[in-house]
């Protein structure tokens, strides 16, 4: 597989994955950018025989890591999308319940650990099953699994029943 057949693979993938952790539209973009840059970099020297998936999503996912190093942030809120939300002619009503939700899912998932984070972001924004979590992670199905059930536990026990 060439680095063209890649990108247009697992662009999608890898964008929904970032900005499912990144809030604001042009960091996620630029670290987008960034994951592809580094893999444009490194693709020559990729062992071909490997899959390339968790190859692709590590770069990923240390990208992402720098990102929050660099700014010493655990999320945050932004103004990202307002503009789309005009555009819309989304009420004020229902985009203020929106940013109200956001908040409170975002203030919940800070609650969390950052590996339970990454297992809801793995689950959720990549639609990866246990056993695909747990090659990208390295832990056991077992341990995906519970780890994952316990996570949505905890949130269902900070949200409520009905929003999770």
Do not use: H
Request: aromatic fraction near 10%; hydrophobic fraction near 40%; charge should be negative.
């Amino acid at each position: 597989m060439g680095f063209e057949e890649l990108y247009d693979k697992y662009f999608q993938r890898v964008y929904n994955y970032i900005r499912y952790r990144v809030i604001a539209r042009d960091a996620a973009d630029d670290l987008v950018s960034a994951v592809f840059e580094k893999v444009l970099d490194k693709f020559d020297a990729f062992d071909q025989g490997k899959p390339v998936e968790p190859w692709l999503f590590a770069i990923a996912r240390n990208t992402l890591n720098d990102y929050y190093r660099r700014r010493a942030v655990r999320g945050g809120l932004s103004i990202d999308g307002f503009e789309e939300r005009i555009a819309s002619g989304e009420s004020v009503e229902r985009g203020a319940e929106r940013s109200e939700e956001n908040a409170l899912l975002l203030a919940a998932l800070a609650g969390l650990s950052e590996s339970e984070r990454e297992l809801i972001a793995l689950r959720y924004a990549l639609d990866l099953s246990a056993r695909e979590m747990a090659a990208q992670t390295g832990l056991s199905e077992s341990n995906v699994g519970v780890t994952l059930f316990r996570a949505l536990k905890k949130l269902r026990d900070r949200l409520g029943p009905e929003v999770i």
